[in-house]
Every structure is written in structure tokens, then in C-alpha cells.
């Protein structure tokens, strides 16, 4: 799905229904309203990898800028001396219920991005590279995979999901060198809030998908006989029920069992206050013993290892 570019910084306070406020009271509509704010950070480092930040159109596009660089102390955690493949751009994020909001005031410029097009959230775990056991210099960040096709990503070989890194982080500073003590903390509410908005927002293709699978794969007695199930039909996609099987002429219930059988629980037939359609050759009638045994004991044709068979006794 596609994200839609905003001009303007949507405001907390206004343009959306605090999480704590809408979980106290009952909504008149879940349709109308304001979208639910799950969380908001004014303060976090977007990291993406030089080759893909332009389709982020909030990332500043003057490249030439070291400010467009990781900055410290989290760049002393990347590679390629500080992440030079890497930009950075110093965002405001807002986790809507109904869509992610990535919103720079540096260029101007946001991102409204729907849920589906998230096709994989995770927290990474980054250390200093000169001092992997520091805990003073490990921090987190939530590591997304985005899709802006417009078909989804059904198309495999044309898949290529630009990468992007959310690290919530203190306000900059010149030389600074301490990582932020609350970082896990604001990491695991921005990803699990994205991840609670992920589930109220699935991705509609894939529901189309399970549902026509399940209309074409579901069996009931109608319709067109399925190869190799006898007596099985395919249904069609109205979802009733299945018609009357042959020779019943309708569903027995309680209340018409007496229309079908006797007092003594013998089927009725063709009486004059029976509504059943024809029955089969020999439906109803009983063999009698002398008839079963000229097949053979309990119906099986005798064959040279009769002998071996346990007698049938009475």
C-alpha cells in the first residue's frame, strides 16, 4: 500500500483521542472520530540506508550535509566509520490506530504509512564497536521493513522493501556521549504500540485471499459432485444450507421425523402422507438370511483360505 506525504505536524493534543481517554468510556461509532494516539515521541534518530532514503520524503534531500549522518553517541554502534551509508534524520513519530505518522520538522515533510505496508517490525539490539560489553553504550531501535507497491508485494522478484531504524534518543547535543538510560524502555512502547496497530489494521488482501480460499476449498452436500468424494458436492457462495439429499426430499427434524418413519421406526415409503421422492432398488427392504449367505459368509465370496476363517456362530 502507498503512504501519503503531509505538509504539517499533527498535534497531539488535537488530532487524535488519547489512548488512556478512549479506553474509558464506550465510543458512540468505531468509524468516525479521531484515529487513537498509542504513542508519541517527539524525540527519535530515523536511520535508513543511503540508497533507499529517498522514498522516505521526509529525510532532508541536501546529502551533501553531515548533519544527514548518524550522529553520536549512537553511530559509535555502526559500522563503515560511524555509518557513513547510513541517513539520519530526527524525527517526531506518532502510532495512530489507524496509520504510522513519521513527521521531520527539519525538512518540512511526514509520512502517513498504513499498517500493511509494514511487512516486518522488530527491536535491534546495537553496542559500541570499540566497547561491545559497555552496558552504558548499548541501546535499541525498532527495525522496520516498509512496501510502497501498490500491488501489495504480491510480485516476488520485484520485492525490495526499503529499511528503516527508529532510535528513540536525547535531544542533540554537541560531543555528546551518553547513551539515553530510558532508550529500552521508549523502544519497547514504540514497538509494541506498532505492533497492537498492526493487528487492528490486517492487510485486506490477504483476508479476500483466506476467504475465497475457504469458499472454493469448503465442502458441502450441493451442487457439482466432487472427483474421487462420492456423495460429496461443492457448494456455491451463498452459504446456506444444502439441499435434501436424494430420497429425502427435505432436512428430518423433530418436527417432521413422523412424515419419514412409523410408530416402529420403519421408513414410511411412498404412503399417502409420506413427502419422501423415490427411493433407490432395495431401499427399505430387508434380506432375509438364506439371501445374504449365497454371497458368501457375511457377504464375502469364499476363496481358497476359507478354510482359515473363524467360523461365524450364532
Not at 172 to 182: C, F, H, Q
Not at 274 to 290: F, K, W, Y
Request: aromatic share 8%.
Amino acid at each position: 500500500m502507498l503512504p501519503s506525504v503531509i505538509n504539517s505536524c499533527p498535534s497531539a493534543d488535537d488530532d487524535f483521542e488519547q489512548l488512556a481517554e478512549y479506553q474509558e468510556q464506550t465510543p458512540e461509532t468505531f468509524f468516525d472520530g479521531k484515529p487513537v494516539l498509542y504513542f508519541h515521541d517527539t524525540r527519535i534518530k530515523a536511520w535508513c540506508p543511503a540508497e533507499q532514503y529517498d522514498q522516505l520524503h521526509f529525510f532532508s534531500q541536501n546529502t551533501a550535509s553531515s548533519r544527514n549522518q548518524p550522529s553520536p553517541p549512537e553511530s559509535a554502534a555502526l559500522e563503515n566509520d560511524g555509518g557513513k551509508h547510513i541517513r539520519e534524520e530526527r524525527v517526531e513519530v506518532f502510532v495512530g490506530s489507524s496509520k504510522l505518522i513519521i513527521f521531520s520538522h527539519n525538512s518540512g515533510t511526514g509520512l502517513e504509512i498504513p499498517y500493511p505496508s509494514i511487512t516486518l517490525h522488530a527491536i535491534k539490539n546495537f553496542r559500541h564497536l570499540e566497547h561491545p560489553d559497555d552496558a552504558s553504550h548499548k541501546f535499541l531501535g525498532v527495525y522496520l521493513q516498509l512496501e510502497f507497491s501498490g500491488d501489495g508485494g504480491d510480485d516476488d522478484d520485484s520485492f525490495d522493501p526499503i529499511e528503516l531504524t527508529l532510535v528513540p534518543s536525547q535531544a542533540a547535543s554537541e560531543g555528546s556521549t551518553n547513551i539515553d538510560p530510558l532508550n529500552p524502555e521508549r523502544t519497547s512502547a514504540l514497538y509494541n504500540q506498532i505492533s497492537a496497530c498492526s493487528n487492528l489494521n490486517p492487510d485486506p488482501a490477504n483476508e479476500e485471499d483466506d476467504e475465497d480460499a475457504y469458499m472454493q476449498d469448503r465442502i458441502i452436500f450441493e451442487g457439482e459432485a466432487l472427483e474421487g468424494l462420492p456423495g460429496a458436492f461443492r457448494g456455491d457462495d451463498s452459504g446456506g444450507l444444502p439441499p435434501p439429499m436424494p430420497g429425502s426430499s427435505g432436512w428430518i427434524t423433530a418436527e417432521n421425523v413422523h412424515q419419514y418413519f412409523d410408530a416402529e421406526g420403519n421408513w414410511i415409503g411412498q404412503g399417502e402422507n409420506s413427502v419422501s421422492g423415490e427411493l433407490g432398488e432395495g431401499a427399505g427392504r430387508v434380506r432375509a438370511r438364506d439371501e445374504v449367505e449365497e454371497d458368501g459368509v457375511n457377504g464375502h465370496e469364499d476363496d481358497e483360505n476359507a478354510e482359515a476363517k473363524r467360523p461365524r456362530t450364532d
